[in-house]
């Protein structure tokens, strides 16, 4: 989970990327903003805080979360976000890195990679699960002229108006005080690491009480 918060008085502002130990993600975002001097936290630093600020809870995790990650990994993990690699469009990660340019010449003794670590699932699969096999087939179809493949991922994955988690308010207090916040999941089947636009100041939300206040929904990576 990502989330920010900003006050359009102080400018003062907290945000937390990659949380996974609580579900309370926004008040989170508000200890980093209240109780520390940083702006953003991310990854286990920010479970951390989390779990300090007595926020930890069941985790993000739900039965429903974890049937749909195996249906996606059944279906040789398509549609995902890797660009230009061999087999990202019709395979799970880890997948060969592109050749790079020969280097020059050097004394030093040749090195070999181990092997890339399979991809496997950190669960055991439900025993009812199956993968649908249009799931397969329409993450492999053809794209036509002039579309992106971040085009056809957004068809595949049919982002849409209708169907963001992403929530973001910007609000008004009785004494005409701003402040705004976002909170979201992120993209589903996200490249694990990746931070979208909901956390970053000004990108996911800002206020300015002289000013006033936006906040954005939709693709976070084009959106930045």
């Known amino acids: 989970l990502d989330a920010m918060v900003l006050d359009g008085v102080t400018m003062n502002a907290g945000s937390v990327g990659m949380l996974r130990a609580s579900r309370h993600v926004i008040a989170t975002a508000r200890m980093v903003m209240e109780h520390t001097s940083h702006t953003l936290l991310v990854g286990?630093?920010?479970d951390d805080f989390a779990e300090m600020m007595y926020l930890k809870d069941e985790g993000v995790d739900t039965s429903q979360s974890t049937e749909d990650f195996y249906q996606w990994w059944m279906a040789d993990?398509?549609?995902n976000y890797y660009?230009?690699?061999p087999g990202c469009e019709t395979s799970c990660p880890p997948y060969p890195t592109p050749v790079l340019p020969t280097p020059a010449?050097?004394?030093?003794?040749?090195?070999t990679s181990a092997p890339p670590t399979p991809f496997i699932p950190p669960f055991t699969?439900?025993?009812s699960a199956s993968a649908p096999p249009s799931a397969v087939e329409a993450s492999r179809a053809d794209v036509g002229d002039g579309?992106?493949?971040?085009?056809r991922l957004r068809g595949s994955y049919g982002i849409g108006f209708d169907n963001h988690d992403t929530i973001g308010l910007v609000v008004m207090d009785g004494n005409g005080d701003l402040a705004c916040g976002v909170?979201?999941?992120g993209a589903s089947h996200k490249v694990h690491g990746r931070v979208g636009d909901s956390p970053i100041i000004g990108s996911g939300c800002y206020v300015d009480n002289d000013v006033g206040g936006a906040a954005a929904t939709g693709d976070g990576d084009v959106m930045m």
């Open 44 to 46: 286990p630093g920010a």
């Open 83 to 85: 660009v230009g690699l």
């Open 183 to 185: 909170t979201t999941n």
């Open 147 to 151: 579309e992106s493949r971040s085009d």
């Open 125 to 127: 699969p439900p025993p």
């Open 105 to 111: 010449p050097t004394t030093a003794a040749p090195t």
């Open 77 to 79: 993990c398509q549609p």
